[in-house]
């Protein structure tokens, strides 16, 4: 399936890296304010999904470099790796862990396990959503 | 000690490994653990001999009462020595008779870990870790029945091993619970020590049924004895093995075990007679009947394993005496009889006893180890199994209930076992030079150890009998006994009624034997028509019945109708919920909509009539459009009662649904109305009904509040616990990170499925 308007192949390439962004935005602010992996991840996988209409599944697995079905091993891998610090301290699985790095120009960067295991979030629901959009459009071709 | 038991299961890890590097004498290598065990429990003997029984203790799980603790007494040492002592041998026969085998490293794997179930289930001093090793034995002898796994026929007659062990397991822990409740303890220890009166207990009937269920399971009593011939599908050291000292004994461990604490009702001492008679007769009977040597072992079995249970009946201090002595005896004698029936297998190729003949010229040291064995077992002087006949008869003539039945069905069970020792002592060994497909040679030296080794100490023992008696046997009789008993073993007691007993069988016996040519084809004819009314039988008209349902209810459950899934499930769900609600909360209706503002209403009369219009339009399309519409309506809802994160997610949820929608109706054919107007009024009620019971209940929720709402403790403590201010996330990925992982998980997984239903679907249709 694929779309040969001008006018969604051209918004689509706009589109698309915005939304991409906004999701990373998401993602990082998620912890203070609305957004998280969750919305983060269902943000990104609209992009590409609006991506596969205009252009079809294949030039989007080309996009994507990974296959669907990494992204969700990736995702688990990432939310697993993140209750490794708990575990080393020998704390109840899944405690947090902060860390502060200081930045150039008196800033901080805050980062902590909640971080990781909320890109773990962002990757997984990323990868479920593309591995059935990509599949179901190329079951058909 | 703990070393001790596990140690079996850490050797079955490197078993292979060694495999690869001692080659040929892998099973010489591997008995070194049992025999350095057997040392190990016999340094023990002291202990037992000065205390009674100790108790080693080894935390697991103390949070739930349940230990790793060991007792130590005469009964558990007795066994202990017979399964590690025996495991030597069986070991280093194992690696002769299977050299070669392929899959000889697996082999002793499960040997091992099987032998170290055994050790465990005998130690332990805790029902439930009991209750473990005891399935633990099941599962690893279903593996070493089934051993030869391309033969068919293997599979099943373990299969059928299993499923009978293992029902009888399940009615065990039934049993050993309801024992736990009753005496207040999962100790056995403590379980023996108390001076409860169990018999009077109200559960003490179910759960002496039950913990029976499990012991005749598993000890092949009538009428579940099928299962233990059939298990001679496995290869001879196996039967050796299990047949011998191990897993038909566990049965037979439990009941002397638990004899004290439950051998006071009337119920325990019946039940265990009465079976345990039956079996003894039935045993003697079938073993005389048949043909195949294993076969003819294995009924001999289940005689002396009917003989034992018998004798736990019967309870007196001469009754345990004999049994104990009739225990050490049939391991020692059964175990190396096994072992010349695999070699003579081994050597002339077969295992019919009617092709054999005159074997002793050729195997001349079989032929004397298997003379010994079986005079043993005929219960014949000077060997061990004489004293445990004597003994057996003496106390059975001495019962105090059905003395006459009991003594009669023993000595025609001996008359028929000594013919049975005739059969497999005499009849391949002496005579005409019989027919094998073989030509046979002596068995070597791997294979001949083990027998000699038991059929010596079994002479031993016959010889000098105050040997076992003062190191063990006398305290094993106390543990059976629950109080000390003084024992006296000799092998000359005088010319009695006992002695009378033993002569006479014997000469039946021997005449038996010698027409035994003539005998054979009409008893073959007799077990042949017996057999349909057997509970063989019963057990193939059970396992068809569970075929049948499970085919019928599939049928009627999962017959691929989607809609009656969803049916089903919202009825069930709903349903029930309803009727918790009515019952225990009652319905409320009052609902306050004075602060109602007229968007709301907007917003309401926009869901519901995307909703009919949803079901009611004949447009798949427009169907999908409409549910997007109630998505997003649910999604404004949200976003005006301030809670952006939900907003967020269900507008873009509903979003990709409704895409992935689109994307599935391009393959669907053209919408048919399949479903009659019953059907579809069926449904219409059932969705009503859902609607109600979910809006009753939403309103029921306002109305109560059961507990204070944690809301409160996540608003507070986010900041400052969990350094963020959307408390939505902190929710998702610190406070409840687990609930959130396990989804995740769920989710790659629903992908996965439905990944592969994309992709056979796809690979179904390339298919011409």
């Known amino acids: 399936?694929?779309?040969?308007?001008?006018?969604?192949?051209?918004?689509?390439?706009?589109?698309?890296?915005?939304?991409?962004?906004?999701?990373?935005?998401?993602?990082?602010?998620?912890?203070?304010?609305?957004?998280?992996?969750?919305?983060?991840?269902?943000?990104?996988?609209?992009?590409?999904?609006?991506?596969?209409?205009?252009?079809?599944?294949?030039?989007?697995?080309?996009?994507?470099?990974?296959?669907?079905?990494?992204?969700?091993?990736?995702?688990?891998?990432?939310?697993?790796?993140?209750?490794?610090?708990?575990?080393?301290?020998?704390?109840?699985?899944?405690?947090?862990?902060?860390?502060?790095?200081?930045?150039p120009g008196g800033s901080y960067l805050k980062l902590s396990t909640p971080l990781i295991f909320d890109i773990g979030v962002y990757a997984a629901v990323l990868g479920t959503i593309m591995t059935f959009v990509i599949n179901l459009m190329e079951s058909d071709e | 000690m703990l070393l001790a038991v596990l140690s079996g299961f850490l050797l079955a890890i490197v078993a292979p490994a060694l495999h690869r590097i001692s080659g040929r004498y892998i099973g010489w290598v591997l008995a070194i653990l049992p025999a350095t065990l057997t040392a190990y429990f016999a340094s023990l003997i002291p202990d037992v001999q000065a205390n009674g029984s100790m108790v080693l203790e080894y935390a697991w799980l103390p949070g739930l009462g349940i230990n790793l603790n060991f007792l130590v007494d005469g009964l558990s040492l007795v066994f202990a020595l017979l399964i590690s002592g025996i495991g030597t041998f069986i070991l280093i026969y194992a690696g002769s008779y299977l050299a070669g085998h392929r899959y000889l490293a697996r082999f002793f794997v499960i040997m091992l870990s099987f032998m170290a179930s055994m050790l465990g289930l005998v130690l332990s001093d805790n029902l439930i870790t009991l209750f473990v090793f005891w399935e633990l034995t099941s599962i690893t002898s279903y593996m070493l029945i089934g051993f030869n796994h391309e033969d068919m026929e293997a599979r099943k007659c373990a299969l059928q091993g299993l499923f009978v062990t293992v029902a009888g397991g399940l009615a065990l822990m039934a049993g050993l619970v309801l024992l736990a409740i009753i005496s207040g303890s999962y100790s056995l220890s403590e379980i023996l020590a108390s001076d409860l009166a169990i018999h009077e207990h109200a559960f003490y009937t179910a759960a002496v049924i039950c913990i029976l269920a499990g012991t005749f399971t598993k000890s092949a009593q009538v009428p579940f004895h099928f299962w233990l011939p059939n298990a001679m599908a496995a290869p001879t050291p196996v039967s050796a093995f299990l047949h011998s000292a191990t897993m038909v004994k566990a049965g037979v461990y439990l009941m002397a075990r638990l004899n004290p604490s439950l051998g006071e009702g009337e119920l325990w001492s019946q039940a265990l007679m009465l079976f345990g008679a039956a079996t003894m007769f039935t045993g003697a009977y079938l073993a005389f009947s048949s043909t195949g040597i294993k076969k003819v072992l294995a009924y001999s079995t289940i005689m002396a394993l009917g003989t034992l249970t018998m004798l736990i009946g019967v309870g007196t201090e001469l009754a345990l005496t004999a049994f104990i002595c009739f225990l050490v005896a049939h391991s020692l004698y059964k175990g190396a009889l096994f072992m010349i029936a695999g070699a003579l297998d081994h050597e002339t190729g077969t295992k019919d006893i009617t092709l054999m003949?005159?074997?002793?010229?050729?195997?001349?040291?079989?032929?004397?180890?298997?003379?010994?064995?079986?005079?043993?077992?005929?219960?014949?002087?000077?060997?061990?199994?004489?004293?445990?006949?004597?003994?057996?008869?003496?106390?059975?003539?001495?019962?105090?209930?059905?003395?006459?039945?009991?003594?009669?069905?023993?000595?025609?069970?001996?008359?028929?076992?000594?013919?049975?020792?005739?059969?497999?002592?005499?009849?391949?060994?002496?005579?005409?030079?019989?027919?094998?497909?073989?030509?046979?040679?002596?068995?070597?030296?791997?294979?001949?150890?083990?027998?000699?080794?038991?059929?010596?100490?079994?002479?031993?023992?016959?010889?000098?009998?105050?040997?076992?008696?003062?190191?063990?046997?006398?305290?094993?009789?106390?543990?059976?006994?629950?109080?000390?008993?003084?024992?006296?073993?000799?092998?000359?007691?005088?010319?009695?009624?006992?002695?009378?007993?033993?002569?006479?069988?014997?000469?039946?016996?021997?005449?038996?034997?010698?027409?035994?040519?003539?005998?054979?084809?009409?008893?073959?004819?007799?077990?042949?028509?017996?057999?349909?009314?057997?509970?063989?039988?019963?057990?193939?008209?059970?396992?068809?019945?569970?075929?049948?349902?499970?085919?019928?209810?599939?049928?009627?459950?999962?017959?691929?109708?989607?809609?009656?899934?969803?049916?089903?499930?919202?009825?069930?769900?709903?349903?029930?919920?309803?009727?918790?609600?009515?019952?225990?909360?009652?319905?409320?209706?009052?609902?306050?909509?004075?602060?109602?503002?007229?968007?709301?209403?907007?917003?309401?009369?926009?869901?519901?009539?995307?909703?009919?219009?949803?079901?009611?339009?004949?447009?798949?399309?427009?169907?999908?459009?409409?549910?997007?519409?109630?998505?997003?309506?649910?999604?404004?809802?949200?976003?005006?009662?301030?809670?952006?994160?939900?907003?967020?997610?269900?507008?873009?949820?509903?979003?990709?649904?409704?895409?992935?929608?689109?994307?599935?109706?391009?393959?669907?054919?053209?919408?048919?109305?399949?479903?009659?107007?019953?059907?579809?009024?069926?449904?219409?009620?059932?969705?009503?009904?859902?609607?109600?019971?979910?809006?009753?209940?939403?309103?029921?929720?306002?109305?109560?509040?059961?507990?204070?709402?944690?809301?409160?403790?996540?608003?507070?403590?986010?900041?400052?616990?969990?350094?963020?201010?959307?408390?939505?996330?902190?929710?998702?990925?610190?406070?409840r990170a687990l609930d959130t992982l396990g989804e995740i998980f769920v989710l790659s997984l629903a992908a996965l499925g439905v990944l592969s239903m994309i992709k056979l679907k796809a690979e179904d249709q390339h298919k011409p």
């Open chain 1, 1 to 103: 399936m694929k779309s040969n308007t001008l006018i969604l192949h051209t918004a689509a390439l706009f589109i698309m890296p915005l939304q991409l962004m906004f999701s990373v935005f998401l993602l990082f602010r998620g912890h203070d304010e609305p957004g998280g992996g969750f919305i983060g991840g269902l943000v990104a996988a609209s992009a590409f999904v609006l991506y596969a209409f205009a252009f079809g599944a294949e030039p989007t697995r080309r996009i994507l470099r990974v296959a669907p079905r990494d992204l969700l091993a990736a995702g688990l891998l990432f939310a697993i790796a993140s209750t490794i610090p708990a575990f080393l301290a020998g704390q109840p699985m899944l405690t947090a862990h902060w860390w502060e790095l200081p930045l």
């Open chain 2, 357 to 735: 003949g005159g074997l002793k010229k050729t195997m001349p040291v079989t032929a004397a180890i298997a003379c010994l064995a079986a005079l043993s077992l005929a219960g014949l002087p000077p060997l061990f199994g004489f004293i445990a006949k004597e003994l057996l008869f003496e106390s059975l003539l001495d019962s105090p209930l059905w003395s006459a039945g009991l003594t009669t069905a023993a000595v025609a069970a001996a008359v028929l076992i000594v013919g049975v020792a005739g059969l497999v002592a005499i009849k391949p060994f002496f005579g005409r030079v019989g027919n094998t497909p073989k030509t046979p040679h002596e068995a070597p030296l791997g294979m001949l150890v083990g027998p000699a080794v038991l059929s010596l100490t079994a002479l031993v023992f016959g010889l000098a009998p105050f040997l076992p008696e003062g190191a063990l046997l006398r305290s094993a009789v106390g543990a059976v006994n629950g109080s000390p008993v003084d024992t006296y073993l000799a092998l000359w007691h005088g010319v009695n009624v006992p002695l009378i007993l033993s002569v006479g069988s014997l000469v039946l016996g021997l005449s038996l034997l010698s027409s035994w040519n003539r005998l054979q084809p009409a008893l073959f004819a007799i077990n042949t028509s017996a057999a349909r009314f057997g509970p063989e039988t019963g057990y193939f008209r059970f396992m068809e019945g569970i075929t049948v349902v499970a085919a019928w209810q599939t049928r009627v459950l999962q017959n691929g109708v989607l809609g009656l899934y969803l049916l089903l499930l919202v009825a069930v769900t709903f349903g029930l919920t309803g009727y918790t609600l009515l019952t225990h909360h009652g319905i409320n209706l009052t609902l306050d909509l004075t602060d109602s503002h007229f968007y709301e209403w907007g917003i309401a009369l926009l869901l519901i009539a995307a909703a009919v219009f949803a079901s009611a339009t004949h447009s798949r399309l427009g169907s999908v459009a409409s549910m997007g519409v109630l998505g997003f309506g649910v999604a404004l809802t949200f976003i005006l009662f301030s809670a952006p994160d939900l907003g967020i997610t269900q507008l873009l949820v509903e979003t990709l649904t409704v895409i992935l929608l689109v994307l599935v109706l391009f393959k669907l054919p053209e919408f048919v109305n399949l479903s009659s107007p019953f059907e579809r009024y069926r449904d219409l009620a059932v969705a009503t009904f859902a609607g109600v019971v979910m809006t009753l209940l939403i309103l029921a929720a306002l109305d109560v509040q059961y507990f204070e709402s944690i809301s409160s403790y996540y608003i507070e403590n986010s900041a400052p616990l969990a350094y963020g201010r959307n408390i939505v996330n902190v929710i998702l990925v610190d406070f």
